[in-house]
């Protein structure tokens, strides 16, 4: 969760008055999340950090939807910054390179798999032509800002994950379409899961700083 969601959304955070900077001077300006956006599920929403409720499968669908969530904050409070939740759709030469580190029957077994799912499988060059194309194209704009690389003809700014054109903030999938969550995402809404998924953030990283703080000042003395 550490690096799924907490990494990220700091890392994000930190980076905005640099963000803040490109789009006033007419630049791109944007935040990619690159995890599972179209995964979302229920969560524990009294155990935001899954002290009592971990597994893998919980610790997704929390990452899923907070990420959802604290991007959309983030969209909030910077208008002219563009956020994006990304689908991760495992491309072949990737694919092929942990594999490749595997010994024995579990290499042999992996190998097998990925024979049967290349279908399904992106090329790892469409891949990278299809984030290239979400973090410069004006088709994933922000409200304020309408940097980037021209609209071609019969494509038209894509839709927010709060329902407006242009919104800010976008959960794709993995062919760069926005996602359709509204069923599961209202309802967390007006339960006012958003505001408390930030509140919880907020404070996840203000104890991390107060125990940095604290360690630094122990070395110190």
Same mark, same amino acid.
């Given at each position: ?10 890392? %994000? ?20 999340? /690159? ?8 969560? =524990? ?6 002290? =009592? ?11 899923? /939807? &907070? ?10 409070? =910077?208008?002219?910054?563009?956020? &994006? ?5 495992? @491309? ?12 024995? @029957?579990?290499?042999? +077994? %992996?190998?097998?798999?990925?024979? $049967? &799912?290349? @279908? ?36 038209? /700014?894509? &839709? ?11 959960? $794709? ?5 926005? *996602? ?23 404070? !996840? ?7 940095? !703080?604290? +360690? /630094? %000042?122990?070395? *110190?003395?």
């Amino acid at each position: 969760m550490a690096m799924n969601y907490y990494s990220r959304i700091r890392f %994000a955070q930190q980076l905005m008055p640099l963000l803040e900077a490109a789009a006033s001077a007419g630049e791109l300006a944007r935040v990619t999340s /690159v995890l599972a956006a179209g995964s979302e599920h229920e969560i =524990h929403t009294d155990d935001l950090d899954l002290k =009592h409720n971990y597994s893998l499968h919980c610790s997704l669908a929390h990452c899923v /939807v &907070m990420t959802d969530f604290a991007l959309e904050e983030l969209s909030k409070r =910077h208008p002219a910054v563009t956020f &994006m939740h990304c689908c991760k759709w495992p @491309p072949s030469s990737s694919s092929s390179a942990k594999v490749n580190q595997l010994t024995g @029957p579990i290499r042999l +077994a %992996a190998k097998i798999f990925y024979s $049967l &799912m290349t @279908p399904w499988i992106l090329d790892v060059s469409e891949s990278g032509e299809r984030h290239l194309f979400q973090v410069t194209s004006c088709a994933y704009r922000s409200p304020l800002n309408g940097a980037g690389v021209p609209l071609a003809d019969g494509l038209e /700014v894509m &839709m927010a994950s709060t329902g407006e054109r242009g919104g800010g903030v976008y959960l $794709l999938d993995w062919d760069s379409d926005p *996602l359709d969550q509204k069923g599961i995402m209202e309802r967390y809404r007006e339960e006012g899961l958003p505001q408390k998924v930030w509140e919880h953030t907020m404070e !996840t990283f203000g104890r991390a700083s107060k125990k940095r !703080t604290l +360690a /630094v %000042a122990e070395m *110190l003395s």
